[in-house]
């Protein structure tokens, strides 16, 4: 059974850092496709960044040269280190690993809450 447990959400002023984990348990962690989602009240979902198998990276926009995605397979964690924090970027953020027969991220974590005062 496969399980995402994400923290490290908190209050926090603008400019300032966050790291955001997700510990995975139930999948071959080393090699698959792993992301970070947020979605802020009233909003769509957004993608927010994303790491293949192989440990290229990928990010939003809004979010580039701001945040860092990265893992460590040696404790089957995900992370993302986010700086220079707006209250744009207050959301739920979600950790989503991708089902590795069906290429779909199929399984979700039950989020942390970021929350950016101005």
């Known amino acids: 059974q496969v399980q995402l447990v994400e923290s490290g959400g908190g209050l926090v002023q603008a400019g300032g850092s966050l790291r955001l984990s997700c510990a995975a348990s139930?999948?071959?962690?080393?090699?698959?496709?792993m992301r970070w989602y947020r979605q802020a009240l009233g909003k769509e979902r957004e993608l927010v960044a994303g790491?293949?198998?192989?440990?290229?990276?990928y990010y939003a926009d809004s979010v580039k040269s701001r945040f860092t995605i990265s893992k460590d397979n040696a404790k089957n964690t995900l992370y993302l280190q986010m700086n220079s924090l707006s209250p744009a970027d207050t959301a739920m953020y979600y950790c989503?690993?991708?089902?590795?027969?069906?290429?779909?991220?199929?399984?979700w974590g039950q989020g942390t809450q970021v929350t950016v005062s101005s």
């Open positions: 139930g999948i071959i962690f080393s090699n698959n496709a």
């Open positions: 989503a690993a991708r089902n590795a027969a069906t290429l779909q991220y199929a399984y």
């Open positions: 790491i293949s198998g192989s440990g290229g990276t």
